[in-house]
Each structure stands twice: as C-alpha cells, then as structure tokens.
C-alpha cells in the first residue's frame, strides 16, 4: 500500500478549496453558549446583579462533580470561573 505525500495531495486536488476549523474549547469558550450572537456569561454579568454569587457556585458546581464526571475538565471549567471572578472583582475597584 502506498501512502500519498503532501504534495500530491495539493496537487492532485488544487481545485478543492481547504477549509479549516477551530477545535471546540469546551473549557474557556464552548459553542454551544455562542448561540444568538451573544456569550451567555457576558449576558449574565450584563443582567444579574450578583455577579460573584454565580462565579463563585459555578466553582463550588465544577469543584464538587469532578471526581465524579469529567475529572480534569472540571477542575479546569472551576478555575474559568475562578479566574473570571478574581477579573470582576479587580475591575470593579
């Protein structure tokens, strides 16, 4: 079985446009919470008054399941929210 080069490929294909997608960030900025052209967080800190309280139970959320669910995904998705709050609240003095 022969395997085909890179350059074959552009050539034997040059009419075919490459396109390239980003991989979905499921910690920082997931997708799925871009829809209607608007971050849902941005929306929240736009609408809620207590901003802290929904940083701060979205880590206590990740912190708590991450044994049980995703693991280090987790405790990834709690220092997003870890790392916002301490950005608010340095923004805010």
Not at 48 to 65: F, H
């Amino acid at each position: 079985m022969e395997v085909a080069t890179l350059d074959f490929v552009h050539e034997r294909y040059s009419n075919i446009p490459i396109i390239k997608y980003k991989a979905n960030d499921t910690v920082n900025n997931p997708s799925h919470y871009n829809v209607g052209g608007i971050e849902t967080l941005d929306y929240i800190k736009a609408k809620v008054p207590d901003y802290t309280s929904v940083a701060m139970s979205q880590v206590i959320k990740y912190i708590s399941r991450f044994p049980h669910k995703n693991g280090i995904e987790d405790l990834k998705k709690a220092r997003f929210y870890l790392n916002d709050l301490i950005e608010w609240m340095e923004g805010e003095k």
